[in-house]
């Protein structure tokens, strides 16, 4: 089992609509937890950081579940510069302490 | 402006000849790290530094070196490259390394 895992998508979302999505990770000792947003063949940038109390930016919204370790992004009124792959990156303790990065959700926001 | 700066963006090269790709960072920071990303993989921690003068080894960094003389520098290098290390390559820096991560822009290698 991979420690970071993502359904890689793609997901089709009419623009204005709603989606979410989620990221599981293996280690229950896992510290931080990020969302960062790809564009096709770019860096990833910073999306928002993932509070255990959950957090909003905005249209974005993330959230952390413990018991079922997982995060999760929701992204409301979806615009068409929304479509890009998203990244779930997780502080994984343990050997090597090290941020380790799911393989991306892709988005596609359509008119 | 803060940044992470890559260079070169784009390169092709041959099996064998030695190549050096270079990333700085203008934010003090501590930790940097190399990155692979290729299709259906994600990406790949190569090689990490936690401070000047530390460097470790990440998930892939077979035929890979690196070195950290200066603080705000980090250059991957390819002492023989070969074609399975044709990829996208990405520096970052972040505080520590459980801090948020900045990118450079990316180098996209041919080693043909």
């Known amino acids: 089992r991979k420690e970071v895992e993502q359904d890689p998508g793609p997901f089709n979302v009419p623009e204005g609509a709603t989606v979410a999505f989620n990221c599981t990770y293996s280690?229950?000792?896992?510290?931080?937890f990020f969302w960062y947003r790809q564009d096709c063949r770019k860096e990833p940038k910073l999306l928002m950081s993932?509070?255990?109390s959950g957090n909003e930016d905005g249209r974005f919204t993330a959230q952390l579940n413990r018991a079922s370790q997982y995060i999760s992004l929701l992204i409301r009124d979806s615009k068409l510069s929304d479509s890009a792959t998203y990244l779930c990156?997780?502080?994984?303790?343990?050997?090597?302490?090290?941020?380790?990065f799911g393989g991306g959700t892709r988005v596609l926001v359509k008119p | 402006e803060a940044q992470v700066t890559q260079n070169p963006r784009y390169l092709i090269t041959v099996t064998g000849k030695k190549l050096t790709v270079t990333c700085s960072q203008n934010?003090?920071?501590?930790?940097m790290s190399w990155y692979r990303q290729d299709p259906g993989l994600g990406l790949r921690q190569i090689y990490y530094s936690m401070n000047v003068e530390v460097t470790d080894k990440g998930d892939v960094p077979e035929g890979y070196k690196v070195s950290r003389k200066e603080k705000r520098n980090f250059p991957l290098i390819l002492e023989s490259p070969s074609p399975n290390q044709t990829s996208l390559y990405f520096c970052?820096?972040?505080?520590?390394?459980?801090?948020?991560?900045?990118f450079g822009s990316g180098t996209q290698l041919s080693v043909l």
């Open positions: 934010m003090n920071h501590e930790y």
């Open positions: 993932v509070y255990s």
């Open positions: 970052a820096s972040s505080l520590n390394r459980n801090e948020k991560l900045f």
């Open positions: 990156v997780v502080n994984i303790l343990g050997a090597g302490n090290k941020l380790t």
């Open positions: 280690n229950s000792a896992s510290q931080s």
